[in-house]
């Protein structure tokens, strides 16, 4: 028996409230990080921006979305045709239209954000060529699908959003922002765990808690991106709840990064507030007479270098290891 439209409504709408709740409890502390109290430390502006992009993104779905429940259940619930079910399965409504618009943003957002990161820690144009041409592709195909939305009669009975001239699009888009995901998460943590294996002889701790930071997250993402796509090609109501919840999730993930990645600063500053500079500079000059490394290479995980120091730096908002690659 498939979900009933009104009923998926109610359930998306609080779950979707609960993790937007979650979400502004997170942004809070990513601004805590991000903006700190320590004198002397510049702000990444376009972490910044991003961050709160991504929060506006998100309280602006969940308006919506409360709004589009009120409407079918409430203000049009006696006066539309075919009652709440049909308000909810139309694709061409103004609501709906709306707060897809709002996750595409979203979810161009952050996944730009995320191949950026993977052009910081790279710094080859190349690398980021493919997962940026399936950026432009879920682009694409999202103006598409809200257009063929845009194209279906409001009033009517059978529409929906798995009709052809709407689903291929929709299935487009989901498909290639999985692609995106997989291969941007993939670079990124293949990058920062060749370059951690390069450099353990000259740095004292590790970058692995950072792979498995951008591992965990990608991964949870994923799942979310299966499961849409697992619903909507087998015409699923389903599908309505993860599109609602996907929004605030896409901000949870992102917050999650910059706070683990905090955290994990403050336990390698206590660890190694007695280590010396002059230590660390002989480490280098060692590393560098044994040939084994030669240029140096920054490996951004969340932002760029703000404080530098011979052979490492640390960041109060985030961390961004440098090291140096061979050739």
């Known amino acids: 028996m498939s979900l009933p439209l009104d009923k998926a409504a109610v359930v998306s709408t609080t779950l979707e409230a609960i993790l937007y709740g979650f979400s502004v409890m997170m942004f809070g502390l990513t601004m805590k990080v991000l903006v700190g109290n ?126 052809k001239n709407v689903g291929q699009w929709i299935t487009a888009f989901y498909s290639l922002t999985l692609a995106a995901n997989l291969v941007a998460t993939g670079l990124l943590a293949y990058k920062i765990w060749r370059v951690d294996r390069r450099v353990a002889h000259v740095r004292q701790g590790s970058m692995m808690p950072i792979v498995h930071i951008i591992v965990d997250v990608g991964a949870l993402y994923s799942a979310m991106l299966i499961s849409a796509l697992a619903c909507f090609v087998n015409d699923s109501n389903g599908q309505y709840i993860i599109l609602d919840i996907a929004t605030p999730i896409i901000s949870i993930t992102f917050y999650m990064v910059i706070l683990r990645v905090g955290m994990a600063a403050g336990r390698v500053k206590s660890s190694q507030g007695t280590i010396h500079l002059e230590s660390l500079r002989s480490a280098a000059r060692e590393s560098t007479r044994r040939s084994y490394i030669t240029d140096p290479m920054r490996v951004h995980v969340t932002q760029q270098t703000e404080h530098h120091h011979d052979g490492g730096s640390e960041v109060g908002d985030s961390v961004i290891f440098e090291g140096q690659e061979k050739a």
């Open 38 to 163: 320590e004198r002397g430390r510049q702000v990444n502006k376009l972490l910044l921006t991003v961050s709160c992009l991504l929060f506006v993104f998100s309280t602006m779905h969940t308006a919506v979305n409360a709004k589009r429940v009120e409407n079918g259940l409430v203000t049009f619930r006696d006066t539309f045709p075919g009652g709440p079910t049909a308000f909810f399965s139309q694709p061409g409504e103004f609501s709906f239209l709306l707060k897809n618009a709002v996750y595409m943003a979203q979810t161009l957002t952050g996944d730009g954000f995320l191949i950026y990161r993977c052009y910081m820690v790279w710094r080859n144009v190349w690398v980021i060529v493919f997962p940026l041409l399936v950026w432009l592709g879920f682009l694409a195909s999202g103006i598409m699908a809200l257009y063929a939305a845009s194209r279906v009669p409001l009033i009517g009975q059978g529409h929906s959003v798995f009709e």
